[in-house]
């Protein structure tokens, strides 16, 4: 299994910016993608988006798209997460999670479709 680890997590103002980083470890050359997901207090487990690890494709969750940029940084093993005109209702824990191979649109926004998770890092929007 890869192991990934959520750093970069905070405290922000409304409005402001925030960039969380994921770090993989282990069988990193099992993945073939890494997903960003996030889970507010009583709210369902929430799909933001994935990129591919060697090409660096990205797929968005709409709901995102235009505020949240994926990026991957390969010779570090590591994915980012850059949210920007950040709200409260972007308050949650944030995960990383990788899956090992090429599936459709709908399986990609499934968390069931993801085999390691990170730990999570907490992000905190004040207004």
């Known amino acids: 299994q890869v192991q990934l680890v959520e750093s970069g997590g905070g405290l922000v103002q409304a409005g402001g910016s925030l960039t969380l980083s994921c770090t993989a470890s282990g069988r990193t050359a099992s993945t073939y993608a890494v997903g960003w997901f996030r889970q507010a207090p009583g709210r369902e487990r929430e799909f933001l988006g994935t990129?591919?690890?060697?090409?660096?494709?990205?797929y968005y969750a709409d709901h995102v798209k235009g505020r949240f940029t994926i990026s991957r940084d390969n010779a570090k093993n590591t994915a980012y997460l850059q949210m920007n005109s950040l709200n409260p209702e972007d308050t949650a824990v944030y995960y990383c999670?990788?899956?090992?191979?090429?599936?459709?649109?709908?399986?990609?926004?499934?968390?069931?479709?993801?085999?390691?998770w990170g730990q999570g890092t907490q992000v905190t929007v004040s207004s």
């Open positions: 999670a990788a899956r090992g191979a090429l599936i459709s649109i709908q399986a990609t926004v499934d968390s069931r479709s993801y085999n390691s």
């Open positions: 990129i591919s690890w060697s090409a660096g494709g990205t």
